[in-house]
């Protein structure tokens, strides 16, 4: 008789257990508890902001949440939203707080981690201390390899196909600049990654392009990032059962992506050994980001192998290493190949847009890059040999470029209201964390968080502070013009709340070269060209992590600017 009596003492132990951690727990006694929630399940279960999501809604959802609720807000059981600098993105990004796994879920190649899909700061810090220097702005502007591939990007592949597209008479003609700028933002990145003779050249080849664009779209993919950033477990468990919650083919896509990437670094590996021996490469065809992380990687690993012979422990097989080292460069590379063209490529379409709605900018803009000196733009035809005025054109200084302060407004701008990135970069708090603060930036109100909370700050919701960016939804370049900037502080406050490229320690490595490429690009097309919109529908920018047009085109006419 007491067998029935123990079980059911069980069962209700059981229920006030489950009570206690799934309703009372998370509702009254979590340090959590006093964070506004976005949705009134937050703090009882995650499925709310999983179906956001799952759905694509949760850039707007999250920063509709945050105007109702304030700067600091509960997501879900263990997940908080923050929107705001002090006691925000300061406190979180400034102060080193480790990376979330979903990273390491969604960023990683050939199974092997790379810097931005690292989840731990200090394998992050030493990968970014061999390769940041590559992208330092005053290494930068004073590359000869980098000029030289800016020079025949622009002139030999660019303007050409401009000047044919702004001489047709028909004009229902036009050209499709997202694709164009995505062609020509992947042959910047990888050109300079592994030099011209064996970089990408897609801005004359738009079928290899658009092939490669369609399998990188389902590579990103709401869906499919959500799946392996947001259920890995439970994706490779159905996996198992043969129930595929990502499609065959976009794996498929990721192995030729992959595959494509990898045959770049064999061939690159391949011309710094030539270059080693006795063959002098071509300032244009240096692979300069990889052989900077391939000599960085080839120290440590002399340096690993000394240490391990100094104690007597036999080293890794060489062979293997060999293969990791192969593994570990490429998973690097195409993470700055994918970021840098995919970002830089979102920009230019967003920026192309709104010029061509806005003519008298768009004439002002072409008034101020004619100031360069020499102007940027496509060599005048001479009539009388068959050649040219300039039959060797060259490019403006980098540091003119610069100093032009439409130029640089009208980019910031873009990057505003348009991030290419305006979802959650997740962190996961330390002991100790307070988020908020008692000031006007932070809401007025801290919380204490326990450690192991995933916590996020929105590009999307920080572009949008309406007290710092009045008329937040406005395409306004007038923003960031020195004029305005007298009114805020000297800018301060508005280059605070602008987070295009994140912050602190792991902020993109690559923004100076994202800036020089997108700079050098609009001066080249609106030096020497008018643009108007042909079929922009599908223009509004996905609510994802990284946000593209909805309908994938932008078509524009051009035209000879007078």
Known sequence: MALPNISVFAFILLCFVVIYQYLVHPTFLSPLSKIPNAHPSSHLSPLWILWIRYTGRENRTVFAAHERNGPVIRLGPNEVSVNCVDGGIRTVYAGGFEKHGWYANLFENYGTPNMFSTTHSRPHSARK????????????????????????????????????????????QGIDVFQLFSALTMDFVT???????????????????????????DRTSSKAQFWAGELPNLTKCFKRFGVRMVPRWVDDGNAEIEAWCLSMCDAAAQAVSRGGETQEVDVGDEPVVFAQLLNAMEKEREKSSSTASDQSVAPSSPTILHQQQRLALASEMLDHLAAGFDTSGITLTYLAWELSRHPSLQRQLCAELRTLSPPLQPPTPNTNNNSTNNDIPSLPSPKDLDALPLLHAVVMETLRLHAAIPGGQPRVTPPGCVLGAASADGGGTAYAVSAGVRVSAYAHGLHRNADVFPDPEAWRPERWLPAASDTDDGGGRTAR???????????????????????????????????????????????????????????????KAV
């Open 129 to 172: 201390r061999m390769i940041s220097n590559v992208y330092a702005k005053s290494v930068l502007q004073s590359s000869p390899t980098l000029s030289t591939i800016s020079y025949t990007i622009l002139y030999e592949r660019l303007l050409p196909r401009l000047v044919v597209a702004a001489s047709s008479t028909n004009p229902t």
């Open 191 to 217: 050109c300079y990654q592994f030099g011209l003779a064996i970089g990408s050249n897609w801005t004359q080849n738009s079928r290899g392009c658009e092939h490669f664009l369609d399998l990188y779209r």
């Open 497 to 559: 709340h602008f987070w295009a490229f994140g912050s602190g320690g792991r902020m993109c490595v690559g923004s100076n070269l994202a800036l020089h490429e997108i700079k050098l690009i609009v001066a080249a097309v609106w030096t020497g060209f008018e643009t108007t919109v042909l079929h922009d529908e599908g223009i509004e920018q996905r609510d994802a992590y990284t946000a593209g047009p909805e309908g994938g085109r932008l078509v524009l006419r051009f035209e």
